[in-house]
């Protein structure tokens, strides 16, 4: 059964500090990977997906990397602002093997602070 | 930019009570799917629907849930008898037939049970 895990499960930091994120997930049987971000009591803000071809996306600050075959992924955000605060989720996208379609299996999420 | 749309964005309602969770998902896409959110937890998928008929389901999709399409836009989720437990927030999404298998989210429903 796929597990993944987030690590650290919080973290506080200075402005302006560049951070990593970590998701560790079992099994590499994956087809893509997904990090959101959810701001308190609110939905899910996608970020990045990265494709299983790929090793990494960036969009702006932010740059994600894959690696499945050591069941990581690294979210990179450079020069935090206090506006990045919120939790940051990853979420495997695996294949069901019954119907072959797929589902998204979630962390368990990092709670950032970015202290100004 | 096309998203997925819920209703109501908060429903309050007493236990033994039954609700309706309402989605508009994506008007090309053709999977649906309900995920839940107990507070403080992680999402956790409940159920897939693909061409009018249930696809997968976890564990947590049991006998009290039910999921309908009722016509070409609208995707509901129903729990027939409320229990405190299933106070969370329900997240629909949809997704098209495409090589990133990306899910598109709404907004999600917060739904308390007292």
């Known amino acids: 059964k796929q597990e993944v895990t987030q690590i650290p499960a919080a973290l506080s930091v200075p402005e302006g500090e560049n951070l990593v994120l970590n998701c560790s997930f079992t099994?590499?049987?994956?087809?893509?990977l997904q990090w959101f971000r959810q701001d308190p009591g609110k939905g899910l803000t996608s970020l990045l997906l990265?494709?299983?071809?790929?090793r990494e996306q960036t969009s702006g600050r932010l740059n994600a990397s894959l690696d499945k075959s050591s069941g990581r992924s690294t979210l990179y955000i450079a020069a935090s602002q206090p506006g990045d605060s919120a939790t940051y989720l990853c979420?495997?996208?695996?294949?069901?093997?019954?119907?072959?379609?797929?589902?998204?299996?979630f962390g368990t999420g990092t709670r950032l602070k970015v202290l100004a | 930019e096309p998203e997925v749309t819920q209703t109501p964005s908060h429903q309050v309602t007493q236990m033994g009570q039954e609700v309706i969770l309402r989605c508009v998902p994506i008007?090309?896409?053709?999977?649906f799917y309900w995920y839940r959110q107990i507070l403080g937890q992680k999402v956790e998928f409940l159920v897939s629907?693909?061409?009018?008929?249930?696809?997968?389901k976890s564990e947590i999709f049991d006998d009290q849930f039910s999921v309908e399409r009722p016509d070409g836009s609208n995707f509901t989720l129903k729990i027939r008898s409320t229990k405190l437990e299933d106070s969370a927030m329900y997240f629909c999404?949809?997704?098209?037939?495409?090589?990133?298998?990306?899910?598109?989210f709404g907004p999600g429903t917060r739904l308390t049970v007292t």
């Open positions: 979420a495997v996208i695996a294949r069901w093997s019954t119907s072959g379609t797929y589902k998204y299996i």
């Open positions: 629907f693909y061409n009018n008929e249930i696809s997968e």
């Open positions: 990265i494709q299983s071809s790929q």
């Open positions: 008007s090309n896409h053709l999977y």
């Open positions: 999404a949809s997704s098209g037939a495409g090589s990133s298998y990306e899910q598109y």
């Open positions: 099994d590499s049987a994956i087809y893509n």
